[in-house]
């Protein structure tokens, strides 16, 4: 049987993609050439699904795939979070007309009917009251609670529907009381630390707490392993508490995901953009990075093309200033994942066009913490804009100078070489950052001068282009970022 062929041209992009790996996707030869053609930086291991042998093979498909390309990709682990559903429905749903009752009944044990549904979340009767509405199967039947008696919650329907078993069950305005973590999410984060996850996403994060308490489980994971580099946390935006807490997670956080289609239900449909752009802004203003996430490509899994909607949202996502957009089912189970991560690839590239720099990004706005490295970070970017120069270079151990100068939004490419291969994987997230493994000298001279016979050897500098260069007087030190210059590339 002949190799399948597909276009491999590089498509050179400054915002990430990350793509959900699944049975459409996990396969050595596909995932190559997905991420050869510059399509993903990020696979995401969805955590809803499979045992920790599954996860750790998907591990090993995609260091193996992105060996194989030649480029670092990071692999994020998504947790489950508390999943608010209802139970198994005997013959697998029922369907249900406007005006008619229906009853949940937290109690019940075995196959619910049309007379009483089961809830896999016993303590819903206590997070509701008369008058409530609830949201089940992603908003597609609403029902608005009558009476709450024990374990039973007495409900209107709204509209008509067919309602199948494990659908998701949200509350309209917010509200209920499950807490970020299950014992499955304790059980699933020991394996994502295991299997080298380069970040660690948290579903259904209400408060800073949440946040807290992931970093504090990552921490004792990785001292138990002997780790000494710990995921980056995301927090997932999806609760309408959430926003009511956004800085305080932000801050939490290593970054945070635009979790679009559970934030939706607890919002509203026509909230959502808004917020996008409220989030993604603020997100950067306060030195974290953003993933907009949910339904971007959702036509291409089953279509070869998107809708001009879906290229529109990606675009907008680019322009809102969003670090990453994210590919869900598309690529999971989709028929066309790598058409789906070229076109988005494509969409990010043209949206990029347009920009002088990142619609909204205020220089003055990001946040200034008196830390000498966000101080070199902002005066590179200030040089660099002033002297034209071809790029910013940045020699970091654990990438954390890269990332502070990708804060400012700005266009001009960000080189960031790094010795540690896990610095590079985790700096694949970053707008704007392409990171690169180079071991330098501790001498600053002999540094500089490999670094630019890299670049150079990668096309990136010719003769004579200036570039602007961060590193720290006490070489291959983490931490120690105090000083750039600007340099003119030798004949």
Not at 333 to 357: H, N, W
Not at 418 to 445: C, F, N
Request: overall charge negative; proline content about 3%; some cysteine.
């Amino acid at each position: 049987m002949s190799a399948i062929k597909r276009d491999l041209t590089r498509i050179r992009h400054n915002t990430k993609i990350v793509a959900t790996l699944g049975p459409g996707s996990n396969n050595v030869d596909l995932l190559r050439d997905m991420i050869s053609i510059g399509g993903v930086h990020v696979v995401r291991f969805n955590f809803s699904h499979g045992t920790p042998e599954f996860h750790e093979e998907n591990a090993r498909i995609v260091r193996e795939a992105a060996r194989q390309a030649g480029l670092e990709v990071a692999i994020m682990a998504d947790l489950q979070g508390p999943k608010i559903r209802v139970s198994k429905i005997a013959g697998g749903s029922i369907q249900v007309e406007a005006g008619e009752k229906l009853l949940f009944d937290a109690a019940l044990e075995g196959e619910g009917t049309r007379e009483r549904v089961g809830l896999d979340y016993r303590e819903l009767p206590n997070d509701v009251q008369t008058g409530d509405v609830l949201l089940l199967d992603d908003g597609l039947l609403t029902v608005t609670v009558e009476k709450v008696a024990g374990s039973e919650i007495h409900t209107v329907c709204n509209n008509s529907h067919t309602l199948k078993s494990n659908k998701g069950i949200n509350k309209q305005g917010g509200g209920l009381s499950a807490g970020a973590f299950t014992e499955k999410d304790f059980r699933d984060l020991k394996t994502a630390v295991k299997i080298g996850c380069d970040y660690l996403a948290v579903s259904f994060v209400k408060n800073a707490e949440d946040m807290h308490i992931a970093r504090r489980a990552v921490a004792e994971e990785c001292e138990k392993l002997g780790l000494p580099i710990q995921p980056g946390l995301v927090s997932k935006i999806e609760r309408i508490e959430a926003i009511e807490n956004l800085d305080e997670i932000i801050e939490a956080s290593d970054g945070i995901m635009v979790a679009r289609g559970d934030l939706a239900v607890e919002v509203g449909n026509a909230a959502v953009p808004a917020l996008q752009k409220r989030m993604i802004k603020r997100a950067r203003e306060l030195r974290r990075f953003s993933i907009t996430a949910t339904q971007m490509m959702e036509s291409m899994i089953t279509n070869p093309v998107p809708t001009r909607a879906e290229v529109s949202d990606v675009a907008n996502a680019v322009l809102d200033g969003t670090d990453a957009v994210m590919c869900s089912a598309e690529t999971a189970v989709g028929a066309y994942p790598f058409e789906t991560v070229r076109q988005m690839s494509l969409i990010c590239a043209a949206a990029e066009k347009e920009q002088d720099t990142l619609v909204g990004v205020d220089e003055h706005a990001v946040s200034h913490s008196g830390e000498i490295t966000h101080a070199v970070a902002s005066a590179a970017v200030h040089v660099a804009k002033q002297v034209r120069a071809k790029a910013i270079v940045a020699l970091t151990e654990s990438g954390s100078s890269a990332f502070h100068v990708s804060r400012y939004g700005i266009l001009i490419p960000i080189y960031a070489l790094t010795p540690s291969e896990k610095a590079q994987r985790r700096m694949a997230m970053y707008r704007g950052v392409r990171p690169l493994k180079l071991t330098t000298s501790k001498d600053h001279e002999t540094a500089f001068t490999e670094v630019e016979a890299l670049l150079r050897e990668r096309g990136v500098f010719q003769a004579g282009e200036q570039y602007v260069i961060t590193s720290g007087r006490r070489m291959r030190e983490t931490g120690s970022t105090n000083s750039l210059e600007v340099r003119t590339v030798r004949e």
